[in-house]
């Protein structure tokens, strides 16, 4: 079974600190990428990753950014967390049938 | 912009009713559906894919796929309380390598 995993279940951060974001595959995938989920507003893609040292910008990048240095494992990071970074961020890697196998996602809160 | 549409509900059902799902993509070159389920407070899974024109079964569940008109639906059978979930319909536009595209999900409710 592919297995995804993500560095936290649940993160408190205050407003300002730089926050890492973890997510580590064990199925060799070579597509990986980063949603916050929201109420409302659904799965909105942040960046993904085709390959290693590779990155391209999803549909909201802003105040983010992402390292691939290793295929198992694909970063996000937050420069300078804010309030409206609060959120569910889930990881993703994909099959080569584009099937999307999910983390089970971290609840960020920032105070 | 890639859109891809779906009633946001609840829908709700009875038990051991048919349960109707549908989706709407813009992209009228897109090749590959997905239909994934999740429960509250889990992450996503996928229950079904299809690629081609008509119907695709697999158990309880149908896929149903009209690229003339642009839209996936998903059928659930004998419908039971443990089917109550959001259900994301996915869609790969075009037949580059683009990312998957969600659509905002739509909540469904079984009733006992």
């Known amino acids: 079974d592919v297995k995804v995993t993500q560095s936290s279940r649940y993160l408190v951060k205050r407003t300002g600190e730089k926050v890492f974001l973890e997510c580590v595959q064990d199925m060799d995938h070579e597509n990986m990428f980063w949603y916050r989920q929201d109420p409302g507003l659904g799965l909105r893609l942040i960046y993904f990753s085709y390959d290693v040292k590779m990155k391209e910008k999803g549909d909201i990048p802003e105040g983010y950014s992402v390292s691939r240095e290793k295929k198992e494992r694909f970063s996000l990071i937050l420069e300078s967390a804010s309030t409206n970074q609060t959120s569910m961020y889930l990881c993703a890697s994909e099959d080569n049938d584009n099937e999307q196998f999910f983390g089970p996602g971290t609840r960020l809160t920032v105070l | 912009q890639k859109e891809v549409e779906q009633n946001s509900g609840p829908l709700s059902v009875p038990e051991g009713a048919i349960a109707s799902l549908n989706c709407t993509y813009s992209d009228r070159g897109s090749q590959s559906f997905f239909w994934y389920r999740q429960y509250s407070g889990k992450s996503p899974e996928l229950i079904m894919f299809?690629?081609?024109?008509g119907d695709k079964e697999d158990g309880r569940f149908t896929a149903q796929l009209n690229k003339a008109s642009q839209y996936v639906s998903l059928l659930i059978r004998d419908s039971q309380p443990s089917d109550s979930a959001t259900y994301l319909c996915a869609v790969i536009m075009n037949s580059g390598n683009t990312p998957l595209v969600f659509g905002k999900g739509t909540r469904l409710s079984v009733i006992a």
């Open positions: 299809i690629y081609s024109n």
